[in-house]
């Protein structure tokens, strides 16, 4: 796979071409066209999965993670294909139908993955067309905003502490930085949306909006719940860190969390929004830990 991000969208955001009016025309354009142009067009298939030290192995297969990873992106692919097929706009809908066939290639790098280092998977579920399109889009866009924030960070200990090795970090390093394309382009989609809907639909997609953060909060307060009594539960988030950073503090955590967010950011257009919520709060939290 190539991770290399090619660099035509990348600009400097400072002086008169860096203002870009939220919602405008010019302002989907650069949000469509930086996740389109910047697509590495790997193929899971071909992947030469690295042969791992009987001990690495071991440590990949113990991660409570495999089943819903690979349910999570299945469901990814349906939600987003689900919003593509609706969307009128032919360049949006170009840009969604990408989105939606990266989710779909997450779960067939993860399947084969899971195939290559014999892990053992549960039955998958059926997936089902959700009944309303927009809330399915909305409600994975933001639930990738929560989690690869501290998936960047964990990734990024993992390899530190050579928990993964370097081998495997560099074949799963292009599936990261799709993420980072997929949160910037969504939380840029989010933006215009909101601007471009009707007056009299806003009151309606905002309480959309709080009610997926309240749902999405709510879940991982389910999930950190049932680990502390001892339930095992696939969310890399949470059970995650426990595998890979055993050493690292919750500030230091939050710290390289905020670090890589910027490095993967880093290289796209600076007039496009970045992830703003998740940040935020890592933030607030890292003061109050420290005060």
Not at 15 to 35: I, N, V, W
Not at 84 to 95: I, K, M, Q
Request: aromatic fraction near 10%; charge should be positive.
């Amino acid at each position: 796979m190539n991770s290399t991000i090619r660099e035509s969208t990348a600009t400097d955001s400072t002086g008169p071409e860096a203002r870009l009016r939220r919602g405008s025309d010019a302002h989907k354009r650069l949000f469509c066209r930086t996740l389109l142009d910047t697509h590495d067009p790997y193929k899971p298939a071909v992947i030469d999965w690295p042969q791992l030290e009987r001990d690495a192995r071991e440590r990949l297969v113990s991660l409570p993670i495999w089943d819903v990873a690979v349910q999570t992106e299945g469901r990814a692919r349906l939600n987003v294909a689900s919003y593509a097929a609706r969307t009128r706009d032919p360049l949006l809908r170009e840009a969604i139908e990408l989105n939606a066939f990266e989710e779909g290639r997450h779960k067939q790098v993860l399947s084969n993955l899971v195939a290559a280092y014999g892990i053992a998977l549960a039955p998958e579920p059926q997936y089902l067309p959700p009944k309303d399109p927009e809330w399915a889009f909305m409600l994975t866009g933001y639930s990738e905003c929560i989690d690869s924030f501290f998936a960047f960070g964990l990734f990024e200990s993992a390899r530190r502490s050579g928990f993964f090795p370097p081998a495997l970090v560099e074949t799963f390093e292009p599936v990261m930085q799709e993420e980072a394309r997929h949160i910037l382009f969504f939380v840029n989609w989010a933006a215009w949306h909101r601007r471009t809907m009707p007056l009299w639909r806003r009151p309606w997609f905002e309480l959309k909006v709080l009610s997926i953060w309240l749902a999405l909060i709510w879940e991982r307060i389910r999930i950190a719940r049932d680990v502390g009594h001892g339930v095992q539960d696939n969310n890399f988030t949470v059970t995650g860190a426990k595998s890979v950073s055993e050493d690292i503090s919750l500030t230091g955590l939050l710290d390289l969390c905020l670090a890589e967010n910027q490095r993967r950011m880093s290289p796209y257009d600076g007039r496009l929004m970045r992830p703003f919520a998740v940040p935020a709060l890592a933030r607030l939290i890292r003061r109050i830990k420290r005060s």
